[in-house]
């Protein structure tokens, strides 16, 4: 009579074993992955569409003044009123116009308060003082008046 004997191992353990951490080791680099791509591959095409979008406005706003200072009167006021995009990116953003530093020329600064972009206002910004501040939402105007009120 032959005798069927079964070793008792601990196979499995060790299956078990190996399945918990090559699940653990996964999931840990899904989280990781997570954050890599949430950086890479949405913030940062979202802020280069940011940057863009804000030098875009910025010149928007320039050539509306560089064009109401030429059909200016020599002595009077005009305004003209202008629409902005209400958000870029799905974020609100404020136009800041204002000289900075001891340079001559001024600036239209366009930021979020994560992503600024600076234009240069063309052709008046040496010599005539120009300031205001803005946000997207709304009608926004721009007022010229040759007394310098």
Same mark, same amino acid.
């Given at each position: ?25 996964? &999931? ?7 954050? /890599?791509?949430?950086? @890479? +591959?949405? !913030?940062?095409?979202?802020? *280069? ?38 958000? &870029? ?7 800041? /116009?204002?000289?900075? @530093? +001891?340079? !001559?020329?001024?600036?239209? *600064? ?38 310098? &009120?």
């Amino acid at each position: 009579m032959t005798k069927i004997c079964r070793n008792l191992d601990d196979d499995g353990v060790s299956i078990m074993t190996e399945y918990l951490t090559i699940t653990s080791v996964l &999931v840990v680099m899904f989280v990781i992955m997570m954050f /890599v791509v949430n950086a @890479g +591959l949405i !913030e940062g095409p979202a802020n *280069t569409l940011k940057y863009h979008s804000y030098v875009d406005i910025g010149n928007g706003v320039s050539v509306r003044m560089v064009d109401l200072y030429a059909i200016a009167p020599g002595d009077g006021t005009i305004r003209t009123s202008f629409d902005l995009p209400d958000e &870029v990116a799905g974020e609100d953003y404020e136009v800041i /116009v204002s000289l900075e @530093g +001891l340079e !001559e020329s001024q600036f239209i *600064t366009v930021t979020d308060g994560s992503v600024m972009a600076k234009v240069a206002i063309s052709g008046i910004g040496a010599t005539r003082g120009v300031t205001g501040r803005t946000t997207g939402s709304g009608f926004n105007m721009i007022s010229y008046n040759s007394s310098g &009120v």
